[in-house]
């Protein structure tokens, strides 16, 4: 349900609305008795009444619909009884249709003392559509702020209606008889006449003209009006007059000031990343623009990049220390200000200050109260300066991101008469909300600046990719938040035949001698895995790699015993078979998340923590996973935390990540702001790859007997395969790829032999057979006829390599798909 401070501003909006279609209407001027006496041009259009017809006829006799008719003559009694209507109505066209409007009568007194109705006509279809006009649409426009005054073809005011008084001020008998210039004399008077000129001479109405005018009751306080000028006809077409409807705009203009000034400042503030300088620039854009005195402070740990340690609504009866970021004046050297910039800020326990802090919610007081028995009895300092520079008018607004408060803008007008309003308070939190956002992008600059080259410096991975097989994000929360580095890695490793290897791992501790370890173990893997080894075989390597770096450690320091552990989780993913193989050690179980969003933690055997110095063994599991479906490796920093137990964690986990349909990087966000919004104490890592399948038009598969004449064929059946890939380009270095591994598989493999071709990112030639043996790379002589082969396909390929399966080997080779030269 929208507030009532929601709703008021609504209405304002709307009331707005209707009167600029209250000026767009089609206007006609009735005297006591009833009859048209003027006419314009866009009555004539919504009508199609010529001024013939209508002007010296009855108005009700001549527009009111049949049906209407005894409608209209107790609206016209009404009108005369109450000084004005407004209502839907019915009229009739020239060809005999129904016009459904929308009639506003309203008065104006002449000088002869009669009185004439101005009367005005919108079209329904017309009016805008908007929930106001829906409830209310009568109360608007019988409330709605118009000015109205009818001159004569010498421009002299001849009626006039009560609400322009009210608007500019000027009594009815001093406008009455004379011209704008006699009456509000000036340029904008001047120029207000010429545009009632033009109408009067072409009869095409001005709409929407404005001029400004400083109101005798606010003399300091300029308004500003829109006016819009119709020219009214007699019944032979002759100009009777100009009609100008005036409407207050001062609002509207102020708004349209008001957001030219906060688009100034979207460029004026935050023009570095520098927390203390943009602090600054807030204050000096507000003064004098805004304010006479303005100070901005800030959270101490807000320049250090730190996270706030105030909360919004948490800070009890702790105030958090501030320091001076920003202080400007319209008095040079800002002498208002207790303290310099970059100085400790003190407020006292019971003031303003710290009921921003504790609420969230800005302070407005328009007249200040520096009188004895206010909050300032205890700070008498900042009371003497109040009374000296006369600072009569307070705000206090908070500087708040995500919750937390990063600071207090105090704004306060000293020579500037006028207090401040509920709209300059609007206006206040709209400007220092913009400010917010680039204070907190440099707070968060100067922290992320850190975490940064901790990052680079301990070979985290810059930019995963998933190649044809997954897409994947990340999200790594160090616990060190002073060093920004710890003990998680995460990685995602292109492997042979469109597959893609996914790791997470936890090295104990955390800080910088976590995340050395951690960069070295994340080397080991990467060697590992371009081996090509199944995930259990891998976890077994990698677990002996620990315990020597246990021992290389033991032998550089003079501890008996040196501590290295971790826990990894290992999968190698195919797109070509969506098949998963993973193993873990010590680690916690992934979280698989089907394409309609269900969650679950398959059953793997859990392993030892790496690097314990058992003998440590691990089993790989095999999954089939459908494409779409989502992998979430973490760490237990993700779901750890003081007050909850691993269980909790997982179902909170779990609960972030069912609406797997999201753009990753979206998820993965989702995920860490479920976390607890203290420091984390430990690391916290999440790795998230949406699987991806290759089409079977992508893949292509041959069985080969193991016979030396099988060869020609296979290069046939690659080339033709190419060529229905549009790839004929690769055609060359591929028979001669493909030639070379089949008839290696030949001479020295066993059967049966399988050529198969990959076509993703790059082109992927394999050759299976039953044998294990590994072919190696030969240099031959020239002698030689004959150990050149994988030196001809490392030449013609981008990689290449072997890898074992369970029963045999394929010896591969990866083209780039570049276009022919």
């Not at 004569?152 to 406008?175: F, H, K, M, S």
């Not at 691990?618 to 089939?624: G, T």
Request: charged share 25%.
């Amino acid at each position: 349900m929208p507030t009532d401070d929601q709703v008021a501003p609504r209405a304002v909006r709307e009331m707005g609305q209707s009167a600029r279609q209250m000026i767009g209407a089609a206007l006609a001027v009735v005297d006591g008795t009833g009859t048209v006496v003027g006419w314009t041009q866009a009555a004539q259009r919504l009508t199609g009444f010529s001024s013939a017809e209508v002007v010296g006829r009855s108005a009700v006799g001549v527009l009111a619909a049949p049906e209407d008719s005894v409608k209209a003559s107790k609206c016209a009694e009404q009108c005369r009884s109450e000084g004005g209507w407004s209502g839907p109505v019915g009229l009739r066209h020239r060809d005999g249709g129904r016009l459904d409007v929308n009639l506003r009568v309203a008065p104006l007194a002449g000088q002869d003392g009669r009185t004439r109705w101005v009367v005005s006509a919108t079209s329904m279809s017309g009016l805008s559509s908007s929930p106001v006009n829906g409830l209310g649409l009568d109360a608007l426009l019988s409330s709605a702020p118009i000015g109205i005054a009818v001159r004569d073809p010498e421009l002299r005011c001849t009626w006039v209606n009560d609400a322009l008084a009210r608007q500019d001020g000027i009594p009815r008998e001093q406008r009455l008889g004379r011209r704008l210039t006699e009456v509000l004399p000036g340029c904008d008077a001047e120029a207000a006449e010429a545009v009632m000129r033009q109408v009067l001479e072409s009869g095409t109405p001005r709409v929407d003209h404005e001029y400004r005018l400083s109101l005798q009751a606010a003399p300091r306080r300029e308004h500003a009006f829109s006016v819009s000028f119709f020219r009214l006809d007699d019944g032979e077409g002759r100009a009777l007059g100009v009609c100008a409807m005036v409407v207050d705009v001062t609002d509207r203009q102020r708004a349209r000031e008001r957001l030219a000034i906060l688009s100034e400042a979207g460029t004026r503030i935050g023009s570095t990343l520098d927390v203390m300088r943009t602090g600054q620039e807030l204050a000096d854009f507000a003064v004098p623009r805004f304010a006479d005195y303005v100070t901005v402070d800030l959270a101490e740990s807000v320049p250090l990049g730190e996270e706030s340690p105030a909360r919004l609504g948490a800070t009890g009866s702790r105030i958090p220390a501030f320091r001076r970021a920003g202080v400007a004046s319209i008095h040079e050297g800002a002498p208002e200000s207790l303290w310099p910039s970059g100085a400790p800020v003190l407020a006292p326990a019971a003031s303003p200050f710290t009921e921003v802090l504790t609420s969230g919610r800005p302070h407005l007081e328009p007249v200040l109260d520096a009188s004895p028995g206010t909050w300032l009895d205890q700070d008498p300092g900042r009371a003497e300066k109040i009374r000296r520079y006369g600072m009569h008018s307070l705000m206090i607004v908070p500087i708040h991101a995500r919750g937390a408060v990063l600071g207090v803008a105090v704004f306060i007008r000293t020579a500037d008469p006028a207090p401040f309003e509920a709209d300059d308070l609007l206006f206040a939190e709209e400007l220092v909300s913009h400010a917010a956002l680039s204070l907190d992008n440099a707070r968060r600059y100067v922290r992320e600046r850190a975490a940064a080259f901790a990052l680079q410096r301990n070979l985290l991975p810059r930019r995963l990719s998933g190649g044809a097989a997954v897409e994947v994000a990340s999200r790594y929360l160090p616990a060190d938040t002073e060093d920004g580095v710890g003990g998680d890695w995460f990685d995602v490793i292109p492997l042979s035949g469109a597959r893609v290897a996914l790791v997470v791992g936890d090295v104990v501790g955390h800080g910088i001698n976590a995340a050395a370890t951690m960069g070295r173990l994340r080397t080991a893997v990467h060697t590992l895995a371009t081996m090509d080894l199944p995930p259990d075989e891998l976890l077994v390597q990698l677990d002996d790699t620990i315990s020597r770096l246990a021992e290389e450690d033991l032998e550089a320091t003079d501890q008996t015993v040196a501590v290295v552990g971790a826990t990894c989780l290992y999968a190698v993913y195919d797109p070509v078979t969506r098949r998963c193989a993973m193993a873990r050690a010590g680690h916690p179980p992934p979280a698989i998340i089907s394409p309609d969003g269900r969650v679950a933690f398959p059953d793997l055997p859990p392993g030892l923590p790496l690097g314990i110095g058992l003998a440590a063994s691990f089993e790989a599991v095999e999954l089939d996973l459908p494409e779409g479906c989502v992998l979430a490796f973490y760490t237990d920093g993700l779901i750890e935390t003081r007050d909850a137990d691993i269980d909790a964690g997982m179902r909170r986990l779990g609960a972030a990540l069912t609406q797997q349909d999201r753009p990753l990087e979206e998820l993965c966000s989702a995920v860490v702001d479920t976390l607890p919004t203290r420091a984390p104490s430990d690391d916290a890592t999440l790795l998230l790859a949406r699987t991806r399948a290759l089409s079977p038009t992508q893949v292509a598969s041959w069985e080969l007997p193991p016979d030396p004449a099988v060869v020609g064929n296979a290069r046939a059946l690659a080339a033709g395969q190419l060529t229905e890939w549009g790839l004929e380009h690769l055609a060359y270095a591929t028979e001669l790829i493909v030639s070379e591994l089949v008839t290696n598989a030949i001479r020295y493999g066993a059967g049966p032999i399988t050529l198969r071709l990959i076509r993703h990112h790059v082109l992927v030639c394999e050759v299976s057979d039953a044998n294990d043996t590994v072919p190696r790379l030969r240099h031959a002589r020239a002698t030689d006829e004959g150990g050149r082969g994988l030196f001809l396909v490392a030449q013609l390929s981008h990689r290449r390599g072997t890898r074992y399966t369970a029963g045999g080997k394929i010896v591969w080779a990866e083209q780039e798909l570049t276009p022919a030269l």
